[in-house]
């Protein structure tokens, strides 16, 4: 008898995560590729893969939700639920006690809230200029031409407290070139990148009460950014052990839910909408 898996497929603007998990909501396998120029066919690769990986097939899975910039193009998906309910949840399984969780993706940079019982309280996103995410740091990569890694690994070695004073990609970009003309060394700039994104988040997290995390794949790939949100926010943010996946390991976990209390068949009716959710 084939067991049965729940399925989340966090479709992003950057990449494509699959999470796969069990009836018990043990992780079985995850997979994550570049969201390219079509965010349905990602979605198939990457479910391919983690099933491949959980060594399932197709007709083991019992549900699936889509979430992220492209969930209405997962053709496997029974739900489309927002990003936002699905970092929540990722982050709440991990760390049950969070209250307050950074999401640092490629578009944007979301901060959701969860009320003393794990329930979505409210969130704020900055969806509308790319400073504070993850296009921000490459594009000042291209400029240097370096790796995002080599940034990341040049800010940790940096013991200076640099800032960058501009908030916007343009001028920052700018800004960069100047502190390099002035001698400025490449470690303490690369830190002051970091140090620029948190400084952004710290103005979104206008309040927080309890512990923080910190999800998305810049956080995933970049520790210096973690080590400049733990600076501006005067306390440790929880790093979880799949952060680019939280996304989709919430929307796993939607699905195994979903399934668990539903009475209807898996299969919706030809043509009709699937269910879009905030909570």
Same mark, same amino acid.
Not at 246 to 258: D, N, P
């Given at each position: 008898m ?30 994550? !590729? ?13 479910? %391919? ?23 209405d ?5 029974d ?16 760390y049950?006690q969070v ?7 490629g ?7 969860l ?25 000042? %990569?291209?400029?240097l031409?370096?790796t ?15 800032v !960058? ?23 303490d700039?690369s !830190? ?5 994104? %948190?400084?952004?988040v710290?103005? !979104? ?22 080590r ?21 390991y ?7 839910e979903?399934s ?5 068949p898996?299969q919706h ?11």
């Amino acid at each position: 008898m084939t067991r049965a898996a729940y399925i989340g497929i966090d479709a992003g603007s950057s990449a494509t995560k699959c999470v796969v998990i069990d009836p018990a909501a043990r992780l079985l396998a995850h997979a994550v !590729m570049p969201s390219g120029f079509d965010y349905g066919e990602a979605a198939e690769r990457a479910l %391919a893969i983690a099933l491949d990986r959980a060594g399932l097939t197709p007709d083991a899975i019992a549900h699936c939700v889509s979430t992220g910039y492209g969930r209405d193009r997962v053709v496997a998906a029974d739900r489309h639920v927002t990003e936002v309910t699905c970092h929540a949840r990722g982050a709440r399984e991990w760390y049950p006690q969070v209250r307050s969780i950074i999401d640092i993706g490629g578009q944007d940079t979301k901060v959701i809230w969860l009320n003393a019982h794990g329930r979505l309280a409210d969130y704020r996103m900055n969806a509308k200029c790319a400073a504070g995410t993850g296009t921000f740091l490459e594009s000042i %990569a291209l400029k240097l031409g370096v790796t995002l890694r080599k940034i990341d690994e040049l800010a940790l070695t940096s013991t200076a407290r640099t800032v !960058m004073n501009s908030y916007c990609t343009v001028f920052t970009g700018t800004e960069v070139i100047e502190r390099i003309k002035a001698g400025e060394p490449r470690q303490d700039i690369s !830190m002051g990148l970091f140090r620029s994104i %948190a400084a952004r988040v710290f103005e !979104m997290l206008a309040s927080r009460d309890g512990p923080v995390a910190a999800t998305g794949g810049v956080v995933a790939h970049c520790r210096a950014l973690v080590r400049a949100l733990e600076e501006v926010l005067e306390t440790k943010v929880l790093l979880p052990p799949l952060p680019q996946h939280a996304g989709a390991y919430g929307a796993a976990l939607l699905a195994r839910e979903a399934s668990l209390t539903a009475t209807a068949p898996r299969q919706h009716a030809a043509g009709e909408p699937l269910r879009t959710e905030l909570e």
